[in-house]
């Protein structure tokens, strides 16, 4: 497993990092078995993985709950991070969506993030987390101005709640005014081989400034793994069925991309990888791109993703599958 720093935080983790999105189960990932979930995490600790990245919202506390239970007795070989800002205990913050029964509001109030950091780490099981990051910026009509946020954070860190401060799905205004009220370690975002807008402004910035770059999305909800077929079909609800977030999962996209993976058997027979474990190396040789975040459902899954950051690619193999990549064109 390759290691890198979080920024000038100080602490170092796995380049592969174990996403926990679906172990907090919900009709958007037509639920989770808690008992995989266990294993699955288990597992990404047992080959090298050490960021392991939860939050509040995934399953309202029940992903931190889980991964809570794994990392007892083992707390010091995990690089935790979890979340904060969205809320649903009452409607302080700004409106942002209605799902599985929960108004969710985003909050980065003071206040509400002081009652945030106390229940993740109560259901962590922990007395402290290593990287905690803003989930979404504030918005109107209570858009919280970023320097309160921030003071908030770093009296979090001041007491020992805290080692270092991330954001998440930010632009690069806001990066800016992050740094100017504070120490900044890290930035979360979606970015993949079929997603790469954050080369633009977003990637670039974090090179420069030295912020770590946790990438989300980054096999595209299984898409880049070749194993999304054409016959596949996804119900309305899950997550695989927005277009606005996907739309090379159409029907009529997806022979695309398809034939771009069955044209990369070379690459696997030279690496001795899998599919998957290629693009999540592709995504980690990306400049910028710090730590890749991936999601297992499974044990199998979580000991493969591991797999991909013993995986280094040659700058020509990286240069072809970008190539590949932009051939296809725009899926809109």
């Not at 509040?56 to 007892?72: C, D, L, N, R």
């Not at 096999?219 to 079909?233: C, D, F, P, Y």
Request: charged residues 25%; contains cysteine.
């Amino acid at each position: 497993m390759q290691f890198r720093k979080l920024g000038n935080s100080g602490i170092e983790a796995s380049v592969v990092g174990l996403g926990t999105w679906v172990t907090g189960g919900g009709a958007m990932w037509h639920g989770a078995d808690d008992s995989e979930s266990v294993r699955a995490i288990s597992a990404a600790l047992d080959n090298g993985i050490t960021l392991i990245d939860t939050a509040p919202a995934y399953g309202w506390g029940h992903s931190e709950e889980i991964v809570g239970q794994v990392i007892k007795g083992r707390r010091d070989k995990v690089v935790l991070a979890t979340k904060c800002g969205m809320w649903w205990d009452d409607a302080r913050g700004s409106f942002h969506f209605t799902f599985d029964g929960h108004d969710t509001y985003i909050s980065l109030r003071p206040d509400t993030l002081a009652v945030e950091i106390e229940n993740s780490l109560r259901r962590l099981g922990t007395d402290h987390i290593d990287l905690y990051q803003c989930h979404w910026s504030a918005k109107e009509p209570e858009d919280t101005p970023i320097a309160d946020t921030m003071a908030m954070l770093m009296k979090f860190k001041e007491q020992g709640k805290i080692r270092a401060i991330g954001v998440s799905n930010v632009s690069v205004a806001q990066l800016e005014e992050y740094r100017a009220h504070g120490d900044l370690a890290s930035d979360q975002f979606r970015y993949s081989l079929l997603f790469r807008a954050p080369e633009v402004d977003i990637l670039p910035y974090c090179a420069k400034h030295n912020v770590a770059t946790l990438t989300y999305m980054s096999l595209e909800q299984g898409l880049l793994t070749g194993k999304v077929g054409m016959n596949r079909k996804f119900d309305p609800d899950e997550f695989r069925s927005n277009e606005d977030w996907n739309a090379w999962f159409k029907l009529v996209n997806r022979p695309k991309v398809l034939r771009m993976l069955a044209g990369w058997e070379d690459l696997m027979e030279k690496y001795s990888c899998r599919l998957a474990q290629l693009v999540i190396a592709w995504t980690a040789a990306q400049a910028g791109v710090t730590h890749v975040l991936c999601g297992a459902r499974t044990a199998v899954q979580a000991e493969q993703n591991a797999v991909a950051g013993t995986v280094v690619l040659d700058a020509a193999d990286v240069a072809r599958m970008r190539r590949n990549a932009l051939a296809l064109g725009d899926p809109r």
